[in-house]
């Protein structure tokens, strides 16, 4: 019977490595600025310019991150982000992030259409030109909601594979055995 090799390399693990999610901008709530975005602020902004951003950590154009793509919802926009972790400002975000030292979302825009009341300015039409990962946020509600990351830094994560590994292995090597009967 002729020896079969069994051997095999783990190149790496199906995942959502760096991805997060978030609400960029919520609607209806006054921020920290005495500022209200209307729900549909950003409707003709993703018309115009597509649903796809820069992502930029704490509002610093030198420093993008990786990108965001928007969904306007009527309470909020929403987001689905993608950090380039091959940069280390993404992996100092992504740490951050983990650790909820830092959850807070912002958006850097400029006003095409406002009104006034009561002290308030309402937001009603703004042109998107980025969304930001903050430490303080103007919007308190505007948050990552979760964050996705390589299952391999995950300590618990690493042990789950890491069982799942021997069990593969100890299989293997059943086959193997019964293989050479």
Known sequence: MEKRDFSFK???????????????????NVDHGGD???SGACKRSIQNNGNVVPLLWQHRPDEPIGTLTLTDTP??????GQLLLD???????RTLLKAGIVKGMSIGYD????????GVRYLKEVRL????????????QAMVTAVKADSATDDDDEEQELAALRQLYAALQILGNALKQ
């Open 36 to 38: 209200v975005m209307v």
């Open 129 to 140: 030109w980025e969304g930001s990962i903050v430490t303080f946020p103007m919007n308190p």
């Open 75 to 80: 309470g909020a926009l929403k987001v689905k």
């Open 87 to 93: 940069l280390p400002m993404a992996q100092k975000a």
């Open 111 to 118: 006003t095409m259409v406002e009104d006034f009341k009561d």
């Open 10 to 28: 783990i190149k790496s693990f199906d995942g959502d490595e760096g991805t997060i999610e978030g609400d960029l901008a919520v609607y209806g």
